[in-house]
T-cell receptor, first 110, second 113 residues
Framework: QKEVEQDPGPLSVPEGAIVSLNCTYS??????FMWYRQYSRKGPELLMY????GNKEDGRFTAQVDKSSKYISLFIRDSQPSDSATYLC??????????FGEGTQLTVNP | SAVISQKPSRDICQRGTSLTIQCQVD?????MFWYRQQPGQSLTLIAT?????????ESGFVIDKFPISRPNLTFSTLTVSNMSPEDSSIYLC??????????FGPGTRLTVL
């Protein structure tokens, strides 16, 4: 079983839609979670960092963590074509080691 | 965050040769990591580059194949040795600053023929 499971998509939505991206994890040692955005032929860009259950909001992005069910989500409000990218979730343990999900490919259509 | 550069940005190499990838950061960082991202797949951690000592490798990765150096707090190299087509991948370095957040470089796209 992979430590971090993520639906690879692809996911296609119209501009302005609310996007929900989800991951599940099995490693109880994960202390924090991160969401990255990766455009084609670019390195991953850190979007959100959370370390406790609950919600964290940053502009149009909201990260949600439920440690009891080992479930993490990223919501994108008012999605834009510029949000079209691959989104990667990751769990982190001590020593800053990250384990990534497979990534979800998102396309926002104008 | 930090500004991270990698050289080369891409390369095409012949089977059996070696390639050294450089990662340079514009400020001192606490930790540096090397990842591999194979075509259509996610990121896999190769090793943690330790300053002044041997790198810490993840399961499935060995020093003879992926020797790593980190001579100071802003620079590291990853060598992909005795390459085969299966080594065709994107190689990424990442760094941490004060916290656990990792920031990634732009990647090196390697094709092995």
């Amino acid at each position: 079983q992979k430590e971090v499971e993520q639906d690879p998509g692809p996911l296609s939505v119209p501009e302005g839609a609310i996007v929900s991206l989800n991951c599940t994890y099995s490693n109880s040692a994960f202390q924090y979670f991160m969401w990255y955005r990766q455009y084609s032929r670019k390195g991953p860009e850190l979007l959100m960092y959370t370390y406790s259950s609950g919600n964290k909001e940053d502009g149009r992005f909201t990260a949600q963590v439920d440690k009891s069910s080992k479930y993490i989500s990223l919501f994108i409000r008012d999605s834009q074509p510029s949000d079209s990218a691959t989104y990667l979730c990751a769990g982190g343990t001590s020593g800053s080691r990250l384990t990534f999900g497979e990534g979800t490919q998102l396309t926002v259509n104008p | 965050s930090a500004v991270i550069s990698q050289k080369p940005s891409r390369d095409i190499c012949q089977r059996g040769t070696s390639l050294t990838i450089q990662c340079q950061v514009d400020s001192q960082v606490t930790m540096m990591f090397w990842y591999r991202q194979q075509p259509g797949q996610s990121l896999t951690l190769i090793a943690t580059a330790n300053q002044g000592s041997e790198a810490t490798y993840e399961s499935g990765f060995v020093i003879d194949k992926f020797p790593i150096s980190r001579p100071n707090l802003t620079f590291s190299t990853l060598t992909v040795s005795n390459m085969s087509p299966e080594d065709s991948s994107i190689y990424l370095c990442s760094v941490t600053l004060a916290g656990p957040e990792q920031f990634f470089g732009p990647g090196t796209r390697l094709t092995v023929l």
